[in-house]
């Protein structure tokens, strides 16, 4: 019932019949508009059947493999010994008189419960980050850049990397109709982006990745896409995530260069999603946009505003539920910073351990100190077993006629095309489906693997795709992979 | 210089003048307009002077005593033992084969873990929370009223209880000039209210408590406020914090009804903010709206769409830095309860950790184990203190001449309504700041005491108030008490 009919009810029926507050016809829209495929309705389906399976349910697999998000642990994945015993430390600080752990994470958890209200994890910390931490993350970025300066007052600690996205664009977006603010993002992208605009009524602008040269970024694709933009809205930001979900690619300094000399030709907000630094792979190597900024001279390094995204969640460590993260903000103007300040401190602050988590991650063991080997030992099996399993996924998926792969260079996630039979097309609209989601949704069903359909991401008319994670252990990640091959021909001949 | 001028400018000069991207005058105009008192100016030179004293500069107080927001930990609260022993064994699981932990702790502990991916704290949790959380959430919620059915679905996890109401905020707010949706306030208020109302571009409607009957609620008051903010806007939602937030009153259960009934009546959604339902002191009891909706029967109970908020920051135990918290809605349309799923699926999940405190709060040590008697104790601890010194916080003020404080009967907040001689309201808008902030900064400066004006929260014109928190330690406490009305007297003396 709309609003209006509603509203002629209740002049018939008197108040009492006047129904809910809150209803679809009275929700904020763009709400409404919010879409986020990574939890939609396939993961939604996975837990159902989850659930059905528990119950002794028959099913033509036994288990649910969810490939659907990047979230290593839950893949099995162990967390990294020494991080977890000082997040146990400042946790319960009375562990600091027993003998049980090494030297080097008795000091950092004294360090860092110093730095907290009442040494405790459960004071609020500065809005921004607590100090220490933020002076950690600027001279890991220092480091990172080969020694190009990092100022702790521009680092702001956050929940995760998706909270501080969001802020950034919160305080980015302004105008209305023609001169409301538009946002590039590249096609395929992370839905976070779009969710994100839907919720704040941006423009959504559509850049597409090149899947022909492995997913790389085109600044004449770039050029299109603003031009044709300037026509509806006015176009301040540009979103790059590299290495790239769910693309997986790793942009080469060159282009990260031909980015920013566009960004401030067309006068844009540069953001740069690095969440998956540490996750390059074979000869691929990562450049972060402030290294390559500041490499560029002042002409440059002195104009351009660039905000730039880490996270706890990702990399070797893939500490998701800890909700760490940072962000490192570059030529942002005095007086926005100051905004920027007191917009982050409605939320008081982030979750403490995860402030914590992020300054483990950018202030790991030392050579000299006990936990070295160890974490060493860890961190590097994590790593090679993510290049191992991104060299097996294109091998394996790339034997499969109808199933076209690109290098995983970077990230962890897979996003091959597939051919769909015109039959299958029709079948999936028949339906009311998307015919990727169609076809996911078989694979779920059918085998008990969940992937998310490309155009829960985008991807250019009239092509379908799929991302899955490379994270289940590689044993699996094989038997994963051969399923979908066998499901992709069984599914190609039904409906040939 | 405004974007016009700049854009005149830019034309005189060509592309490489055009200034930053982001600016006060680019921003989003909506964040221009979200303040934030109890982090605001005051706090900010609180942390100057902090700094100053560290330094070695010589004032005429040796610490800043942050009373300005409820942050028990900082002012020197102990955590409850038995809640962080879980955390460290649910960070730390090999901490499970060690004899230093109680056995409830560890049962507990193991419990949690396996209702994690992957078995780890970790991995994303499902976006509305753990589930075994959300039962023992509910489970809690029926004890607590009585027996009253709580239903785990309608149970929302949350990072703290700011992240759970602006979301419902999120949800609420549509429509444009006069039907754009009015949002009801106490005035006192919590300053969350109005930063997520200036973010959401809605329409703050204020309701006045009454401050010469305990800062209570008057449904007439609540008539007068609804009636004369539909000529300009939809009403749509009422918000209610009890026990109240600053100004400390505890609602009675006719109180409770009769809102109850005012907000059937006017067709309103309910917001109960009950982050202290622990701290009641005294006589004084807490009625949830919950139970009170249920105990007026199913005319009430099918119809009025309520949501309450929980946190595990307030209360006795005071963990602010883990960000944990619920909500739980009532009456809630499915379609609209399915685009909330959606809506706190885009940032993944609440802090897992802060997940788990929450379970803890609401599903504690019982008679029966181990840790029962020291939890007991500890938690009997706080909340005793926390009694006495509300007693002891109106007992002093009412002492001076000048200072009119109402009773502490719930939360951890007092605000005391102060006289200021027409001198110094005088000097003060002399330079350009508000009488109270004017008050507060004075006494900064001078006692290195920190509060937040009462202008921070909204006042009746013309009357002045401070909110300071009652956590510090009883004797520090009567320190602070003291030393603010001799300053109240020596202030009030200059400008005499």
Chains 1, 2 share one sequence.
């Not at 493999?65 to 967390?79: E, L, S, V």
């Not at 607590?130 to 600690?157: F, H, K, T």
Request: glycine letters at 8%; a neutral charge.
């Amino acid at each position: 019932m709309s609003q209006q009919q509603q509203q002629q009810q209740e002049a018939v029926n008197g108040v009492s019949s006047r129904g809910k507050v809150l209803t679809l016809d009275t929700i904020n829209p763009n709400v409404k508009r919010v879409e986020y495929a990574v939890r939609g309705p396939i993961v939604q389906r996975a837990v159902q059947l989850e659930k059905e399976l528990r119950e002794g349910a028959n099913k033509p697999f036994t288990e649910v493999i969810r490939a659907n998000i990047g979230d290593a642990h839950a893949m099995g994945q162990k967390p990294i010994t020494f991080f977890r015993q000082v997040l146990a430390l400042c946790s319960y600080p009375e562990l600091l008189k027993e003998n049980t752990f090494p030297e080097d994470a008795k000091s950092r958890a004294r360090r860092l419960l110093q730095a907290c209200g009442g040494g405790s994890i459960g004071a609020y910390s500065a809005s921004q980050g607590i100090e220490c931490i933020r002076q950690d993350v600027a001279r890991y970025i220092e480091r990172r850049d080969g020694g190009i300066s990092s100022n702790p007052d521009n680092i702001y600690l956050s929940t995760g990397a998706s909270d501080a996205i969001v802020t950034m664009l919160k305080l980015l977006v302004s105008g209305e109709g023609r001169t409301r603010t538009g946002v590039m993002i590249s096609i395929p992208q992370y839905p976070l982006y779009s969710a994100a605009l839907a919720d704040l009524g941006a423009v959504q602008i559509n850049y597409y990745l090149n899947e022909d040269n492995c997913w790389s970024l085109d600044v004449a694709e770039l050029r299109r896409s603003v031009t044709e933009a300037r026509q509806h809205c006015n176009p301040r930001v540009l979103c790059i995530i590299n290495p790239g979900n769910p693309t997986g690619q790793v942009q080469s300094r060159q282009c990260i260069e031909e980015v920013i000399r566009f960004a401030k030709e067309e006068h844009l907000f540069l953001m740069a999603d690095e969440v998956y630094q540490d996750n390059v792979y074979k000869d691929n190597k990562f450049h972060s946009f402030k290294k390559v900024l500041f490499e560029m001279g002042p002409e440059y390094s002195n104009t351009v505003e660039l905000a730039s995204f880490h996270s706890t969640s990702k990399c070797y460590m893939g500490e998701c539920g800890l909700r760490g993260g940072y962000m490192e903000v570059i030529n942002l103007d005095p007086d926005v910073k100051a905004q920027l300040t007191k917009l982050v401190s409605v939320s008081l602050c982030s979750p403490v351990l995860g402030q914590i988590m992020m300054d483990l991650v950018v202030n790991h063991p030392q050579p000299d100190e006990p936990s070295y080997s160890t974490f060493m030992k860890e961190r590097t099996e994590v790593l090679t077993a993510l290049a191992e399993k991104a060299a097996l996924t294109e091998q394996i998926f790339n034997t499969t006629p109808g199933i076209k792969c690109n290098p995983v260079q970077g990230a962890m996630y897979t996003f091959p095309r597939i051919s769909l039979p015109q039959k299958a097309i029709d079948k999936a609209k028949e339906g009311g489906q998307i015919p990727d989601m169609y076809y996911c949704m078989r694979l779920l069903e059918e085998e008990g693997i969940c992937l998310v359909p490309g155009s829960g991401f985008g991807q250019r008319e009239g092509t379908f795709h799929f991302r899955m994670t490379i994270l289940p252990r590689t044993e699996k990640l094989k038997i994963v992979l051969q399923k979908i091959c066998a499901f992709h021909k069984k599914f190609t001949e039904e409906f040939s």
